[in-house]
């Protein structure tokens, strides 16, 4: 399927405006879109629960460096 996409350069007043015009159902609308847009669904992937999966497995067999171990070596590197 084809989209067709149309860019409009509108002043930010504009907008505002435009947005003050709408009913309240449209408003509800907008609100809707801007929460999708600006607050992304924060269940985390399969990837991420993997990963997650991965990490634990890997601290509880204690392959894991510490904090002091990892400046400690930071240190060691520098030197």
């Known amino acids: 399927m ?4 149309v860019k409009v350069d509108i002043s930010f007043r ?4 435009a947005i003050s015009s709408l009913g309240t159902s449209e408003k509800h609308q ?6 999708v847009e600006l607050f992304p669904d924060d ?3 399969t990837e991420d629960i993997a990963e997650i ?4 497995a890997e601290y509880n067999t204690g392959d894991y460096t ?3 171990q990892y400046a400690a ?3 060691n590197r520098s030197v």
């Open 73 to 75: 070596q930071r240190a």
């Open 14 to 17: 504009s907008l505002i405006e």
């Open 2 to 5: 084809v989209e067709n996409t």
């Open 66 to 68: 510490t904090f002091d």
């Open 53 to 56: 999966k991965s990490v634990r």
């Open 30 to 35: 907008l609100l809707e879109l801007l929460k």
């Open 43 to 45: 269940e985390d992937s």
